[in-house]
T-cell receptor
Framework: GAGVSQSPSNKVTEKGKDVELRCDPI?????LYWYRQRLGQGLEFLIY????????KSGLPSDRFSAERTGESVSTLTIQRTQQEDSAVYLC??????????????FGPGTRLTVL | GDSVTQMEGPVTLSEEAFLTINCTYT??????LFWYVQYPGEGLQLLLK?????DKGSNKGFEATYRKETTSFHLEKGSVQVSDSAVYFC???????????FGKGTRLSVIA
């Protein structure tokens, strides 16, 4: 079946511009995560959606970052007024219900963002 | 907070060599431990996991044992292949903390 998809696969933008990154989770997965992978670093958690609950935004690095999710489907990560330090691979993952029990997170291929 | 430390790369090995990638963790609770692999041009995939002390996760010839006494989860493979070339990430999940906590990744290159 279809896995997690992300678009675009690559995005080059100029400093100060806004960008939108899209994630299509696996159908039926209620949990959706955004992570960031900067060069030479591990994956940093950004934000987590679970069903209709308020999202966990504790990983967002600044108020320039925001994300939305429509129901249990597509999510969009928006970065406003991009800075060079925002250059990274942005990964999306989805899973069945989360919480106390680990449910395998399935990752998309990522969006490579380059801010010039 | 929780954290994962894994050996720095890159690691370059000849085909059929023995592989060890070290991983240690810090967690307040009793986490589950994972190894993820990222092949060139592909997304992260779960390679193996262990959910309690002394559990051994295994897949595709790779193994890792959950050692609570040393807070470690080292990845091993007895004979690597060129197709094992990838970036390997150690990760943990603590109940109640829904995001995974990842190490920085170790790039493995296997040469024929």
């Amino acid at each position: 079946g279809a896995g997690v998809s992300q678009s675009p696969s690559n995005k080059v933008t100029e400093k100060g511009k806004d960008v939108e990154l899209r994630c299509d989770p696996i159908s039926g997965h209620t949990a959706l995560y955004w992570y960031r992978q900067r060069l030479g670093q591990g994956l940093e958690f950004l934000i987590y959606f679970q069903g209709n609950s308020a999202p966990d935004k504790s990983g967002l690095p600044s108020d320039r970052f925001s994300a939305e999710r429509t129901g249990e489907s597509v999510s969009t990560l928006t970065i406003q007024r991009t800075q060079q330090e925002d250059s990274a691979v942005y990964l999306c993952a989805s899973s069945r219900v989360s919480g106390q029990i680990y449910n395998e997170q399935f990752f998309g291929p990522g969006t490579r963002l380059t801010v010039l | 907070g929780d954290s994962v430390t894994q050996m720095e790369g890159p690691v370059t090995l000849s085909e059929e060599a023995f592989l060890t990638i070290n991983c240690t963790y810090t967690a307040t609770g009793y986490p589950s431990l994972f190894w993820y692999v990222q092949y060139p041009g592909e997304g992260l995939q779960l390679l193996l996991k262990a959910t309690k002390a002394d559990d051994k996760g295994s897949n595709k010839g790779f193994e890792a044992t959950y050692r609570k006494e040393t807070t470690s989860f080292h990845l091993e493979k007895g004979s690597v292949q060129v197709s094992d070339s990838a970036v390997y990430f150690c990760a943990l999940f603590s109940p109640g903390n829904t995001p995974l906590v990842f190490g920085k990744g170790t790039r493995l290159s296997v040469i024929a």
